[in-house]
């Protein structure tokens, strides 16, 4: 999982999953009964990084606080693949902390993340290996700083005194801790989880050190939230048995982030079952979230830099609204209630009002909606909720048709029908207008224009695949609006 990843192929295989027993089928996520104000989050590398994220961008959600470990400061990479695998993690002194700050204060007066106000009462629990060769521990250090703008100083904990790799940490199970190698999780006698979950809540019951039920393991339909963006058709989570739909008790949430080359492709589900999370969480009724990145994502890591969108640090962010909607739905449950009928499909679904890169979308009203998603040749392009009758595609191709169709969804998100299709061609490009770039696909990934997937390259926006990832590979990017690039010439 470490971001020299970025740069270099996968490692070994994964160790073989140890003790895990059998999966059921993917279901959709549950509506639990949930205290809103116990929301909390963790995660490791690039999941220490969209902890942050989604901690400081949804602080109104994840006000009660954030674990990060080996992570660094909010939008630290400034859009760049270049400062993340540079001064967020291998040379933190150049991190500018006084900088972001101020980007999240702008931000947040204009409202494209929550206001930092929120974060006065957040506790934060950071932890860094003393061996880390991956991402610095000043990268942490400049995380702590951060933090000292928005969080008071006693509410923070920062653990930097352990000889342990660039890993998740526990007690009892993984590599040995100078090591560095999946599935990134290492015994260093150590509970980290639990000591992060103790300081974000207080005083806990002892953990559940017995083999838990298998049953309480969920792999959820995470595709109701997101399709592609980097993010698996599926995710996990472990529900307490008291905590399961239908349950008396009121219980907390906490969402887990796997890092780069962790999530359930890579390691199978090791992270989701052998961090230490869930025996805490067994015993103190937490439900555990741990949402999944794809093979698609750029070695499997989360968006902190902008490999899908520009707006990967904002509420906006694709990945960001995503785990958000999966938290509004696992904490939208009163208990004992009957699932609602689905919604029938919208009706009158068409299309207008064409530009060389974009289009407008509508529809009629479908009565019992709260919000409706828009899919764009069968994924979904909206990343918040609409909850108008119509809504207009950005960042299209000119000359191009597209097929879209609408669902209608209700208050816990649950999407009814599909809408019947409706087609649309955008305008040509004015002349002499656009941009062309040629260059090898390893340049076009580092100036921004495409990204590395899975050993191959994909064009920004259009997601064209454009072959090999390396210098010998060569490819003419247009850019046909902004962060939107397809493979071909300049008229």
Known sequence: MAFNFIRAAA????????????????VNLPALKIDKTQTTVSGLSSGGFMAVQLHVAYSATFAKGAGVVAGGPFYCAEGSVVNATGRCMASPAGIPTSTLVSTTNTWASQGTIDPVANLQNSKVYLFSGTLDSVVKTGAMDALRIYYNSFVPTANVVYKKDIAAEHAMVTDDY????????????????????????????????????????TGNYIEFNQSEFITNHGMATTGW??????????GSATCKLHVVLHGCKQNVNDVQQQYVRNTGYNRWADSNNIVMLYPQT???????????????????????????????????????????????????????????????????????????????????????VNALPVTATSYTDTGLAASTTYSWTVRAADANGAEGATSAAASGTTLAGSGGTATCTTASNYAHTLAGRAYAAGGYTYALGSNQNMGLWNVFVTNTLKQTSTNYYVIGTCP
């Open 11 to 26: 490692a070994g295989a994964a160790m073989a999953l140890c003790g895990t027993g059998g999966a059921l089928a993917a």
């Open 174 to 213: 993984g590599n040995g801790c100078s090591t560095k190698g999946a599935p990134y999780i290492s015994d260093c006698n150590f509970d980290l989880a639990g000591a992060m979950l103790q300081h974000l809540y207080g005083t806990l019951n002892a953990r559940n050190n017995a083999t838990l039920p």
């Open 237 to 246: 989570a472990y529900v307490p048995q008291a905590c399961q739909a239908g």
């Open 294 to 380: 794809s093979l698609a994502a750029t070695n499997s890591c989360w968006d902190w830099w902008g490999y899908d969108s520009a707006n990967y640090s904002k509420k906006s962010g694709p990945q960001m609204a995503a785990i958000k909607a999966m938290v509004d739905r696992v904490s939208s449950g009163t208990g004992g209630t009957t699932p609602p009928a689905a919604l029938p499909a919208p009706t009158g679904v068409s299309t207008s009002g064409a530009t060389a890169s974009s289009m407008a979308v509508g529809w009629a009203a479908v009565s019992g909606a709260a919000s409706y998603n828009v899919y764009r040749n069968a994924n979904k």
